[in-house]
């Protein structure tokens, strides 16, 4: 089940081929719906041209999308939400992550710092201990589909211990990836600009989990459930 009553589960973090994914927009719109899922942001890195195109042919499909991107920062990556039109150039090509914040609070799109922990075991960011970033971000991914869960845990504490919205997400970059975690709002949203007032007042519930070889090799074809999570907020 997706839908609870009225209510509606969006993955937060989904890649096409504008930028590594490997599906077109239509195929991710299309196994979007096939997985139940009522909604996506298309989160590509670093433009937002698959996330408009999205946002365009999702019109008529009973689809909600977030036009978002994840920009890839020197010091980590940054998740934007309700971004309307393409980066400025000099945030395209590993900017520096206070460059991306500021654009994202003058531009009223909500800032999230994407698995703040890394994914990978060997890759670390700084992002973490930079008491400044912290302060000014309003929100953090606690759960992502492609990272271990003991760094999803730490991203979540750190979430609770700040304040910060929650946000989560997949981070498909296959479709078989899609909707491994899924954030739930319980009322019927029209617009993504409703849903991300929602995630900003932490009226969500964020279900999902990760698997081994979408960590290790960044290809699932397979599901393997390594750990099962329910975070509730
Ligand atoms: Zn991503």
């Not at 912290?134 to 271990?148: A, D, M, S, W």
């Not at 946000?167 to 849903?195: C, I, K, N």
Request: glycine share 8%; with cysteine.
């Amino acid at each position: 089940m997706t839908r609870k009553g009225n209510g509606i589960a969006v993955d937060m973090h989904v890649h096409t081929v504008f930028s590594d994914g490997v599906h077109t927009v239509r195929e991710i719109l299309r196994y979007a719906k096939i997985k139940g899922l009522n909604g996506i942001a298309v989160t590509d890195h670093n433009t937002v041209v698959g996330a408009l195109k999205a946002l365009n042919e999702a019109r008529n499909l009973g689809l909600l999308v977030i036009p978002g991107v994840e920009v890839n920062c020197r010091e980590g990556h940054i998740l934007l939400y309700g971004v309307r039109e393409e980066l400025p150039q000099r945030l395209r090509r590993k900017p520096n992550v206070y460059e991306v914040i500021d654009y994202g609070l003058e531009n009223s799109v909500l800032v999230s710092i994407a698995h703040p922990y890394g994914k990978a075991l060997f890759l670390r960011y700084p992002i973490v201990e930079m008491t400044e970033i912290l302060h000014r971000i309003q929100g953090i991914e606690v759960l992502n589909g492609r990272t271990p869960m003991s760094r999803n845990k730490l991203a979540l504490e750190l979430a609770e211990k700040l304040g910060k919205v929650y946000t989560a997400g997949s981070d498909a970059h296959v479709v078989d990836e899609l909707g491994r975690v899924r954030v739930f709002v319980d009322d019927p949203v029209e617009s993504y600009e409703d849903f991300l007032e929602y995630v900003k007042r932490r009226k969500i519930k964020v279900i999902g989990s990760t698997t081994i070889l979408g960590i290790m090799v960044g290809i699932a074809k397979r599901k393997i459930m390594i750990l099962k999570k329910r975070f509730i907020k």
